[in-house]
């Protein structure tokens, strides 16, 4: 038997505009970026007017993610060195990081264990990005960042009907995230796309968190969509912030051909990103 609880999908755009909303630096870093007028100089200045957002981009300029010989030490340089696109990705990974920080009780995600899976998801995505030759990278960068966004919401919705989704799942063999989506009415995809909206992030970025589950629904960017729902597979396979997401997920056959991986080249793959996402210091990146 099946509980009956749904959300109101007027309750649920209530919660989505209760979220923080993007401080003025961070909207004006994203839209300065997308100015073909814009120059280096004129970014750093818009980018120096946020404390926050300097240390990040300076921290990620200088991790292993990056990986230069030299230490970059001030925002021009990291501009000049990592891009405007690297840029764009870091002004809404600095907004979000500390929103997914938190415990999910609702996916049985304990605190940081969100962030863990979404830094792990963004990691492959732009492994996976570089070897697709999908640019910019950076965008599949911050698709993978921001895939389980809806669930900072549905988590509270999701606690009392959690112990029903888990047995269903299990008596159908099926991914946790359709059982959601049913008892629910609203699956943590679908309200991701939503909030990615709210915050007027790029049409393509809102794609890509929406359709997570099944990128083939994707129309502008598809590739990116399928680079992140590859990603996340394979972030669950190597068993990093599974919760109770991880039930019977793995990666769509459309997926695996649109991007073209088989077995062999998927065990390379996570061979290749184990160390590097189960590195918990890598953890301190992006804020
Ligand atoms: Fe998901
Ligand atoms: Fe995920």
Redesign the pocket.
Known sequence: MSPTKTIAPEDVIERVAELPPLSASVSQVILACDDPDMTVGQLTQIILQDQNLTANILKVANSAFYGHARRVATATEAVVLLGFSAMKSLAISSHTARLLKTSLPGYGLEDGELWA?SLG?AFIARRIAIEARLAPVEEVFVAGLL??LGKLILSSYLQPVFVDIVRIADERKEPFHHVEAEVLGFGHAELGGQIAASWNFPPELEEAVRYHHDPAQATRKPMVAHAVHLA?AVCMMLGVGLGA?GMAYTARPETLDALGYDQDRLMSLMSEMEPLITDTAMRGTLG
């Open positions: 899976h998801v895939h389980d996340d997401d």
